[in-house]
């Protein structure tokens, strides 16, 4: 499955998964076989940036 390329529902899409079901952004990305650098920076482009405390993007 191909993730949203808006970055606002990437941001809900992401932070969703995050929340039910993976423990970080690393496993997420490697389970979806996507790069993290390119899911950060598409969401650090709109002002978001991973915090791994609480695994989500804020």
Do not use: H, W
């Not at 952004?25 to 940036?49: A, F, H, P, Q, T």
Request: proline share 3%; with cysteine; aromatic share 8%.
């Amino acid at each position: 499955m191909a993730l949203p390329n808006d970055p606002v529902i990437l941001l809900s899409y992401i932070n969703t998964k995050l929340r039910d079901k993976y423990s970080s952004l690393d496993e997420l990305c490697r389970d979806m076989g996507v790069s993290c650098d390119d899911v950060s920076s598409k969401l650090n482009s709109i002002g978001y940036e991973y915090v791994s405390e609480q695994n989500q993007f804020r």
